[in-house]
């Protein structure tokens, strides 16, 4: 595997469900982060995670729950979601934060809550 | 006033074309300007980053900054089919506490 991997691709789940999305980085960086991309709104930080440090929480709902186990892996806890969280999610990862202008992002994990 | 404007397009344009995209900000902070690829269905590609102001070129792909005008370009030239994506732009400011600040993107088709 190279590069930013997210699985799983695609997530339909319900109101009161609980699951996990997960990235993982093949690239040897420090920081990663976590994007909500939804149709015509510009990309939104959810959190930013630097040598497994939380650095960011960007005003996201607690139903949100992020997870950094070492500076490879990232996990995004969901529970009991709304149907406006649908959307693309985004895993991104940096060398460290000093450099966040050049991210590497994975394909994503397209959810639907319905 | 959005803090970075984007025209959302769509850009339609034939095989062989010189394509400008484009993106104002209000932000004098910036500093990154970094020029992203999206092709559907997967997630943002970095094309390139420029720091500060000037012109950076990779093979087809030429990125302006204008930070006197609050205004960066990406030129694409002999454009491609396969160009066909939505291209976003992301800046920042210098510092550890900096977070991207991205446009909505534009969608653009290059047509054989």
């Known amino acids: 595997e190279t590069g930013v991997t997210q699985t799983p691709r695609h997530l339909v789940m319900g109101m009161t469900n609980k699951k996990s999305l997960k990235c993982e980085q093949h690239l040897g960086h420090n920081a990663m982060y976590w994007y909500k991309q939804s149709a015509k709104k510009p990309l939104e930080l959810m959190f930013v995670y630097n040598f497994k440090e939380q650095t960011e929480n960007n005003s996201v709902p607690s139903r949100f729950s992020p997870e950094c186990p070492n500076s490879s892996h990232l996990f995004l806890h969901l529970h009991t979601l709304q149907p406006e969280d649908s959307a693309l999610y985004l895993c991104?990862?940096?060398?460290?934060?000093?450099?966040?202008?050049?991210?590497?992002f994975g394909p994503g994990t397209r959810l639907t809550v319905t | 006033q959005k803090e970075v404007e984007q025209d959302p397009g769509p850009l339609s344009v034939p095989e062989g074309a010189i394509v400008s995209l484009n993106c104002t900000y209000s932000?004098?902070?910036?500093?990154?300007f970094m020029w992203y690829r999206q092709y559907s269905r997967k997630g943002p590609e970095l094309l390139m980053y420029t720091y500060s102001s000037g012109n950076k070129e990779d093979g087809r792909f030429t990125a302006q900054v204008d930070k006197s005008s609050k205004y960066i370009s990406l030129f694409i030239r002999d454009s491609q089919p396969s160009d066909s994506a939505t291209y976003l732009c992301a800046m920042s400011r210098t510092g550890t506490a900096s977070k991207l600040t991205f446009g909505t993107g534009t969608r653009l088709q290059v047509t054989l």
């Open positions: 932000n004098s902070a910036f500093q990154y």
């Open positions: 991104a990862s940096s060398q460290d934060i000093d450099r966040n202008y050049e991210q590497y």
